[in-house]
């Protein structure tokens, strides 16, 4: 199993993290990838097949202080985090300017 952390808008959102199997993980993150972003996950795979394994993520949830590991980052509703994360690489996010953030 990966764990995948949520981050969405809402201004009371808790950053859950849950368990995907590989096969899960592997439809929200293309190969090579760690971070996300729903309106792009939606464009790439038919809706049931999403739905199906959203569904059986969101069973999944992991407490954080038993987590081994974040292996992906999905964001919803934050569209304007896009530019930092232009290969979708998490250690590779860059500053307003393009510069390397790490």
């Known amino acids: 199993m990966k764990n995948i952390q949520v981050i969405d808008g809402a201004v009371n959102c808790v950053y859950d993290i849950f368990a995907a199997t590989d096969d899960e993980f592997s439809l929200v993150f293309p190969e090579g990838t760690n971070v996300a972003f729903i309106d792009e996950v939606l464009e790439r ?53 393009g510069t390397r953030l790490r």
């Open 45 to 97: 795979h038919a809706e049931q097949a999403l739905d199906d394994a959203f569904k059986n993520i969101w069973t999944r949830p992991v407490r954080k202080s038993e987590v081994m590991g974040i292996h992906g980052i999905l964001f919803y509703e934050l569209d304007a985090k896009k530019p930092y994360y232009p290969n979708r690489l998490d250690e590779d996010a860059v500053n307003p300017d």
